[in-house]
Each structure stands twice: as structure tokens, then as C-alpha cells.
């Protein structure tokens, strides 16, 4: 199971981008990949994961899963390379807050925001120029005719959700 | 007393610290980092004095308890959207905000050139180079004139079989034990692929995996 043909074939499934904002593969589509079709698959797939998570922590990467598309994919860890975590929005702290508005929104809203959910708790005036901006970045799609705003799977790549979650827990913990 | 019972003296002295700290409301655990206590404590393992390293293990587990126990409790307030929400309709400024962002982004690894046949390519010529680093040295044998030995060296040596061997099976790799001895019905012959395997196996130019069964370079 764990020879070098099946890791190639893993680490060429989980680092490629199949468009802007999609990279590696789902579980279903590794299996069948990989012809595994027995009824112990699940735990076949796990070996891998954990096989393969294994060896590539020396290499500096990680292996990561997106809940908001269920693909597995590869990120640099930080703790092992010199790839720094940057903040995107750390010139546009405009922008970057009304991401979080929209994270906010969506999230309790399971997974669907209102424009004018997000108009009413941001309180300013140019939301609807900062989501158009964010859309082009391809963070979110904005479906105008029902005022709605739905979050793409890129966020999911790029954003911890787990450490953001944790850091807004702490911050609600403060106050 | 022994440096190292001294220092888990010290640590024991700390952990009470932290604890009367975290009672007191003046440090919250969760931002608390354990680690560097029991790396310390682990150092400090020794027969000589274990009834107290085990008496210091036991107050670190405490802590790491109570650390386990706050981060639930946190957890299980993130399911209130609430209170979420809440926060955000204190208005907090937006440089705040981008401070919960901070070092939440990450950096994915998306390789398009990692097509399979350039993987393919790869592994072949890493097999390869491999192959051409491994030089197997004939053994050396002096025998003086008239010297009776009891074995007749052949003419060809071990050293000369095992590098055929090892030349026929690389092609082979990875592979199943079995399959070595595929289409050999000689019993001599498979014994001996067998010496050549444990031989290489030894040198480590071939690694064997138990699990499955397999033998690889």
C-alpha cells in the first residue's frame, strides 16, 4: 500500500489547482484514483492521510482539510520553512474587516449572508463597494437579485478557520 | 543534591506559582504554555529520586487538566453565534479586527508542473543514481601456497552473484517477498536468492516492510 507510486499519485492529486479557487482533491476522488474500492476503504484512506501527513512534515508541509469543499490539500508549515503567514488585508484593514463582518453573517447563517445583514453591522457606508472588491478576489459571490452573499471555497484554503475561531473565542472571552 | 533534582525541585515550586497565579485570576491558563514544563520534567527523570519527579508529574497534569477543561468550556461558547454577533455590534474598530486575522492566513502548496510523469521521471533517475553510487567490494582472500583450505573458493565470488542478484531484482522494486522467487522451482536456487536478499537486506541496499509484505529500495 504505502510504496512510492500511491505517494506520487497523492502528492500530484493534492497540489493541484483545479481552478482559482479550488486545489487538491476530495476523498471520493483519491480513492477512485487510486482504486481503492474495498469495504475498509475509510480506513485505508486514513493510513494514507497519515502516512503520507508523515512524511512530509520534514519537507516543511502540511496536509490540510477544507470543510467548506471537502478537499484535501497541501500548505507550507511555519513552524519548519521561511514561508511567513502574512495577512493579505494588513494594508486594507477596510477591507479585511468587512470580510469579517461577511465571515460573521455567514456563518450564522449556515453559510448564507444577507447584504443588508452585513450593511446593518458594519454601519458604513461603502460595504457593498468592499464585497464587490472581495468578490474579485474571490473570497465570496454576490447574488444581487436576492440580496444574498455566499462564501467561496478560497477562504477556506487560505484562512485557519479553526485558529480564527479560537482567537474571536478568546477576544469574546476578554470583554 | 543532584542538579537535576534540584531543577525539579524548582519546577515543582513553579507549577505551584502557576496555580495559585490562575486561582487568583492574575494569568488565564489558556495562555499558558506547558510545554517547556514537562520538556523540563522529562530531563530531569531519574530512578534515584522518582517518587518526587512522579509527585511533579502528577501537579503538571493537574495544570494540564485545568488547561483542557477551559479550553472546552471556550469551545463550547463558540457555538453561540450570539454572542458572535454581539461582539460585532460593539463596533470594534477595523485594525482590531485585522488582529484576530493575524497569523490565521496560510500558504498553500499548489505544484502544477508535479504532473505524474515528471514524478515518474524523477523516481527513475533517482533509482538510477542510486544503482550507479552502489559499488560492492570482492572480498579479499590471501591463501598461501601449499595452505590446505577446506572450501574451494569459485571462480566467481559471492561478491560477483550478489551484484547479479542485486542488478535482476532493482528492476523488480517495490515489490512483494514473494515474487522474488517467482518461477523458481529449484529449492538451491531459492535458498540462495534468499542468502542474497538477507545480504542485501543487511547492507541496507533493499529495506523490507513487514506490514505488507513488501520489498523496496
Redesign the interface.
Known sequence: ????NEL??L??LL???TNAIQ?GATEEEILDTLNIKDKNKSFEFQNLINYLSYHLEPLG?QL?FNPLDDHW????D?DTTD?I??????DQ??L??TL??TL?CC??NSGVGKIDEIRN?R?KKFVIEDLKELEKLGYLKIDKYNGDVRLTSLIG????LN???????????E? | MEEGEEINEMLSIKIDEIQKQVKSGKINILNYELVSIFTELQKTINVNYLDKNSKTYMKACNLLEKKFEELRKLLGSLDNEKKFIEYLKLDPDDGEINQLFDMCWRTTFNLDPLSLEFLEASRKKLGKLEKKSYNIEHLKMSRKSGEYFILSVPEQGFSDHLLEFYDSTIEKLPCFFDEIFDGEHDQIKIYEKFVYILHLLQLGKIKFQKETNTLYI
Do not use: C, H
Request: charged fraction near 25%; glycine fraction near 2%.
Open positions: 500500500m504505502k510504496i512510492t506520487s499519485i502528492m500530484q497540489s493541484k489547482k486545489i508541509l490540510r490539500f497541501l500548505t507550507f511555519y514561508v503567514s502574512a495577512n493579505p488585508f494588513k484593514p477596510r479585511g474587516a469579517f463582518y460573521a456563518f450564522s453591522l454601519k484554503y487560505t484562512l485557519d485558529a480564527l475561531f479560537m482567537k474571536i473565542a478568546l477576544k469574546l472571552k470583554e
